[in-house]
């Protein structure tokens, strides 16, 4: 026979039948036991249930069941029971205990394994829609020992569970929350929130949930997989392991009555948990919520088309859309200081571990802490938002698919970002003011800038972290959350039509833009979070347009790195206007900050590798020249008197240089180079005279601040050394641009540049020794001037040099006046100026003496200014000398032959002439001897009587006193008739008796021994 699904047996009521006497072998062994007597007319307050043992040779031969239960499965069972015990009285009506004992084989007493006992429940806050204060008073004595039975019940109860052996207890705290009552105890659900309750605070518990029938069901068969447990009446198959819902099986009201409890009722009951978990343990709220799979979709009308789908997966759709169209706010925001603690589905905008997983390029452990940053932040924008689990945020995308949750991504933020800026002030832009900036304002000013809520750096940091995670940077556009160094400009949006803002890499990029800290991202942004400001530095070095125009994936706004285009066009608009002028000069109160900007410009130039060509025609050269000293004494001196007003003391001029081609910029403080030779030419005594001079040609001298002469390689070619070649540099610059041949400026017969160049020059004295010192250091390295010797070598260099041809170097032959080389060209037409220059010959010093002071005219005879300095630099010039026989031919000669020199001069001259002739290589001269005797210079004597001697004194400068006329030597000199006569020179002429002075006895003999050659020859 056997018990089956289909046959489990038979219900006999023992008061009415005696079973002692029909089915003696099946009731005897209740009979007597736990004070249950079957002779009696009482009933037995209790159930009694037997389960059979059986070994494997009785359960083979046994007709009820074949089941083999042994003494394993006795203590398996009993084992069970003992740990689940506890939850079997939470939806019981009316038991309150149950214990577990044994009879142990040979005695007839019971022994007690464990117990489990029910406090009673009391209702400590009924709640729901029905709830008010007349239904509370009624609700408070329960009529059951469970919720069951009560409308919206809840309780607190607590379950002790107590096993023997060993002897140990423990107490289970459960808040039983009870649905709505209208369809009775067959259709009311009740759910069981287990609970830790320590220190008067109560949270959830970690229990697997059960779905109980008043007493739990399977759960390898039926499980809700939630973490409460509930009970609902439903209707299962007979060995409780499946709820009936196909109509296909069963009668159509009991299925119907299924589809109500796991449609509505059951997800009502378990928002009603959800609710008093967020008023009571909101840490726990979403711990009570079911998990959606998956593979389920559709929406909760679907579900009665679709039996197939598991039962929790009913019951969690069924929930999800509750909790959509709920009006009550039952979820907790993340901000605790936010106005709205708990918000409705629809108020709420929520985020889980996804969101927090892409919330930041930073570390991965920021990641959490920057999502509550930014959820605090919003809460000030009146935004609530609610953090949960992702199981649970994605259980809701499935039921409202198509359709999306609002979730807090980083597109979300920028797009709310937006909508607040565009709304604060229709028709104009307005940021989020900064409170570290309107702290010392004015109210009247704080309450004029209050359409939007103000935010500190970090939070707008934090912010454009978030908004940035995803990576979509085009997306950035109007996002307001840029901020530069000014906070009182609050927060500026991405967009290409802005001001340029650059993202500096270095501090020092920072003093870059003067005085302009608008347009400088602010310095917080990387110290507080360095990963955004690389994101920022990306964007600024990508290939944008300065319209705006996209290159792949990323645009680059209004941000730009510091490079030389988008600088100097920002420069251009924060500049002062004042520079828009040759050479602007600076003030001294100015001075702190422009020096600032340049230096830190220069060091950027040279640290970027910028060569310094693309900083042309910008005024970036400073010159500061401060007061000479004697100024600076003179202006101390100006209050010696008493009752005079002390005029200003000089002040430091600092004006600022521009870059150009062909610079005539040079500097007067030159840098002292052990490695060069010319270092030091401004630094001695011809320094201020030198400067001064090369001002006279418009070559400009700077003078540069310490941190700037080092820098060489740099003002190469725009700022040339203090040196001799450095200044040839600058004057061969200073050529080129002079006007050439052809020019508007250029007057006929004027072509060359150093004639041009000449005429500027008109050096004094010390100007003249300094040129002089100048020019005998410089050399060819700097000369670009065309050669006739080939390429790369020094010989006659200077001869080509326009410089030094244009350099008034020399003084004509006994004149006060300046002439250079290029006078001579100019003059004689030549194509050489050395060959209408000519110096006089080194020897006979005495002679050129005589010349000098009889000042007779020389042309084309030229002597060095400053000997002392040119003496070196006429040898390099190689410039060809006269020799003696050509000074007497061409010059001399002519001039004594004239009548109108004075007969002392002619005669002084020439005496020094003869008395210096072989010293002058001019013996056996046949020309210069011919030419000698025709000069009338030797004085005659009418008498012995009438003589007059010469002075020492007279000898000495050439000079004789006469009172005879002047003869030539052609006309006195015979040597044939040669006689001597009182140590004198006696000879015929047929003007009388002539006769020579003793001191001219020894020229004598000189113009005898030549004029004898000459007659000989």
């Known amino acids: 026979m056997g018990a089956s699904v289909q046959k489990p047996g038979i219900k006999l009521r023992f008061l009415k039948i005696r079973v002692l006497e029909k089915f003696r072998d099946q009731f005897e062994p209740y009979h007597g036991m736990m004070g249950c007597n079957l002779s009696s007319s009482e009933p037995f307050d209790g159930t009694l249930i037997r389960v059979p043992f059986r070994s494997a040779e009785v359960a083979k031969a046994s007709e009820v069941s074949s089941i083999q239960l042994g003494g394993d499965a006795a203590a398996m069972l009993s084992s069970h029971f003992q740990k689940e015990a506890f939850q079997w009285l939470l939806f019981l009506q009316h038991v309150a205990k149950i214990s577990l004992s044994e009879i142990r084989e040979g005695s007839s007493d019971m022994h007690p394994l464990c117990e489990v006992r029910l406090t009673p429940s009391v209702p400590t806050a009924p709640s729901g829609p029905s709830d008010n204060a007349e239904e509370m008073k009624d609700k408070r004595t329960p009529k059951h020992l469970s919720a069951i039975g009560s409308d919206h019940v809840v309780a607190d109860v607590s379950i002790h569970s107590e096993t023997f052996s060993p002897g140990h207890g423990r107490t289970f705290s459960y808040r039983l929350v009870g649905g709505a009552s209208d369809g009775g105890v067959f259709e009311q659900v009740c759910a069981a929130i287990p609970l830790d309750v320590k220190e008067d605070r109560a949270q959830l518990r970690r229990e697997e949930g059960r779905l109980f029938c008043f007493l739990p069901l399977p759960s390898t068969a039926i499980s809700l997989r939630l973490a409460v447990h509930m009970h609902a009446p439903l209707n299962t198959t007979q060995d409780r392991r499946n709820v009936l819902l ?105 985020c889980s571990d996804r969101e927090a997983k892409v919330s930041t390029g930073g570390p991965p452990d920021q990641a959490s802490a920057l999502l509550e940053r930014v959820s605090r932040c919003l809460s000030r924008f009146g935004v609530s938002v609610v953090k949960m689990p992702l199981p649970v945020l994605e259980s809701f995308e499935q039921v409202l698919h198509p359709a999306l949750p609002r979730v807090l991504t980083p597109a979300w933020l920028r797009q709310f970002l937006r909508n607040m800026s565009a709304s604060s002030v229709p028709g104009k832009y307005r940021g989020f003011r900064f409170q570290e900036a309107v702290d010392g304002e004015q109210d009247c000013q704080a309450k004029e800038h209050d359409q939007l809520p103000r935010l500190t750096a ?158 042309l025609h910008w005024p970036i050269v400073p010159s500061v020249r401060e007061p000479d000293e ?61 400067v001064e001079l090369m001002e006279k040609i418009h070559c400009t001298p700077v003078w540069l601040p310490d941190w700037l002469r080092n820098r060489e390689s740099q003002l190469a070619g725009f700022v040339h050394p203090g040196t001799a070649d450095g200044l040839m540099k600058a004057c061969h610059n200073l050529l080129h641009q002079l006007p050439k041949k052809g020019d508007q400026d250029t007057k006929e017969g004027d072509h060359s540049p150093a004639s041009k160049l000449r005429k500027k020059w008109c050096p004094n004295s010390k100007q003249q020794s300094a040129l002089a010192a100048w020019l005998v250091m410089a050399g060819p390295e700097h000369c670009d001037c065309p050669r006739v010797a080939p390429v790369g070598s020094d010989v006659g260099w200077r001869l080509n040099c326009e410089i030094f041809r244009a350099a008034p170097l020399f003084s004509p032959f006994s004149r006060k006046e300046l002439v250079a080389l290029v006078d001579s060209q100019s003059g004689h037409g030549g194509q050489d100026g050395s060959r209408h220059w000519s110096l006089l010959p080194e020897a006979c010093p005495e002679v050129a003496a005589a010349l000098r002071a009889s000042d007779i005219p020389m042309p084309g005879c030229v002597e060095p200014a400053d000997a002392e300095n040119v003496a070196a630099l006429v040898r390099e010039l190689h410039m060809p000398r006269l020799t003696w026989a050509e000074v007497l031919l061409e010059h001399v000669f002519p001039w004594a032959s004239t009548n109108t020199v004075q007969p ?71 040597p044939r008739k040669e006689e001597r006569e009182d140590g004198g020179l006696q000879m015929d002429d047929t003007s009388g008796s002539i006769r020579i002075h003793p001191n001219l006895q020894l020229f004598w003999g000189v113009l005898v021994d030549e004029c004898a050659v000459s007659h000989e020859s």
């Open 246 to 350: 196909d109509h296909r099986v069963g009668d159509n009201e009991i299925i119907n009555k299924n589809v109500r409890l796991l449609d509505e009722r059951i997800p009502e009951c378990l928002a009603r948990c959800a609710a008093n978990i967020s008023k009571n343990a909101p840490q726990d709220f979403f711990s009570v919520f079911p998990t959606l799979h998956r593979t389920t979709g559709g929406k909760s009308g679907d579900q009665k088309r679709l039996p197939e789908i598991g039962v929790a997966d009913r019951v969690a759709q069924a929930f999800y859309s509750l909790l959509v169209r709920r009006p009550e706010a039952i979820f907790p925001t993340l901000a605790p200081e936010a106005v709205k603690k708990y918000v409705t589905f629809g108020e709420a905008v929520f």
């Open 458 to 615: 970090d939070e707008a940091v934090a912010l454009m972290d978030f908004a940035m995670a995803d990576n979509n940077l085009v997306d950035l556009q109007g996002v307001p959350l840029l901020f530069t160094e000014d906070l009182k400009m609050g927060t500026l949006p991405f967009s290409a039509k802005m001001s340029t803002l650059f993202v500096p890499e270095e501090d020092e990029e920072y003093q870059l833009l003067p005085q302009a800290p608008r347009r400088l991202l602010s310095k917080k942004i990387r110290a507080s979070r360095p990963w955004v400001w690389q994101s920022l530095q990306r964007m600024a070095s990508s290939e944008a347009e300065p319209s705006g125009e996209k290159q792949g994936d990323e645009s680059c706004f209004q941000l730009r790195k510091m490079t030389v285009n988008p600088l100097m066009s920002a420069l251009q608009e924060l500049l002062p206007k004042s520079w828009n002028v040759k050479i602007p000069e600076v003030s001294n109160d100015d001075w702190a900050w422009v020096e600032t900007w340049l230096r830190t410009l220069w060091n950027w130039l040279s640290r970027m590798s910028v060569p310094t060509k693309q900083m």
């Open 630 to 690: 004697t100024q600076v004494h003179e202006g101390k001196n100006s209050a010696g008197e008493a009752g005079e007003v002390a005029e200003a003391p000089p002040i430091r001029t600092v004006r600022l240089y521009r870059l150009l081609p062909n610079s005539t910029l040079f500097n007067a403080r030159p840098t002292q180079s052990a490695e060069s030779t010319s270092s030091g030419l401004l630094d001695g005594h011809l320094g201020k005279d030198l």
């Open 904 to 974: 002392a001069a002619r005669q002084g001259l020439m005496l020094a002439v003869v008395q210096r002739w072989r010293e002058m290589e001019l013996a056996g001269h046949e020309q210069c001897v011919e030419a000698l005797q025709q000069v009338s210079f030797i004085p005659s004597v009418g008498s012995r009587s009438a003589r007059r001697c010469l002075s020492e004194r007279g000898a000495r400068r050439g000079r004789t006193q006469v009172d005879g006329p002047m003869r030539s030597p052609s006309t006195l000199l015979d």
